[in-house]
């Protein structure tokens, strides 16, 4: 029911993304040792690991939920604040749970698709989980602000670099390039809440 103004902000999201965020991720790809970038990866990560786990615990999987605790004790002493995946290696897997997965399985409708600027498309319901795990960011009370910022600025092009290799599969399979995201997001999104197994769909 937005596709008037997703379509406008995926335009411009585009253009930021062209003019601005690709070409610094593609300096970053290049120059940054695979090392240094994997440590950036599993340091952000890490800081992830306790909201994930909170999230775990509220949608009824606590095992899970003991798992990204776990990570997040090894990862930050033995991994040394988090820049090695020690946990990983110990067998603990890394699970993927926000606000709006939690908000999902309490059985909130996903509402109309919507596409924002940066941070790309979302579900109202996924939205509305976007502004409480912003929230909620460890990074979000980092001090001073100027850290804070750098911070920030160096997640989104860490993000960015890691989505690079997918460019080329989207610009040549989508005759639409808005519906292939969006259809391909909304697919993925079913994934996650469901952990792998959703059911299937009524024709």
């Not at 406008?8 to 300096?27: G, I, Y």
């Not at 109309?112 to 009370?141: E, H, K, M, N």
């Amino acid at each position: 029911p937005y596709e008037g103004f997703n379509r406008t902000m995926f335009s411009v999201n585009e253009a930021v993304d062209k003019f601005a965020v690709k070409p610094v991720a593609q300096v970053y790809d290049k120059a940054v040792p695979l090392p240094v970038k994997a440590g950036v990866g599993n340091f952000f990560g890490n800081t992830a690991d306790l909201w994930i786990g909170v999230n775990s615990a509220m949608q009824g999987k606590f095992g899970d939920a003991g798992v990204d605790i776990g990570r997040l004790l090894i990862n930050s002493t033995v991994g040394i604040f988090g820049l090695f995946d020690v946990a990983s290696e110990l067998g603990l897997e890394k699970h993927e749970e926000d606000f709006g997965q939690t908000l999902a399985v309490w059985g909130v409708g996903s509402g109309g698709y919507l596409f924002w600027p940066i941070i790309g498309p979302r579900s109202v319901r996924d939205t509305a989980g976007w502004v409480v795990d912003f929230t909620v960011d460890p990074v979000q009370y980092v001090e001073p602000i100027a850290a804070r910022n750098s911070m920030r600025v160096v997640r989104v092009v860490d993000i960015r670099a890691s989505l690079l290799p997918a460019d080329k599969v989207v610009e040549e399979a989508a005759l639409d390039k808005y519906a292939y995201i969006r259809d391909a997001y909304l697919q993925r999104r079913r994934n996650q809440i469901f952990d792998g197994r959703p059911p299937r769909l009524e024709d």
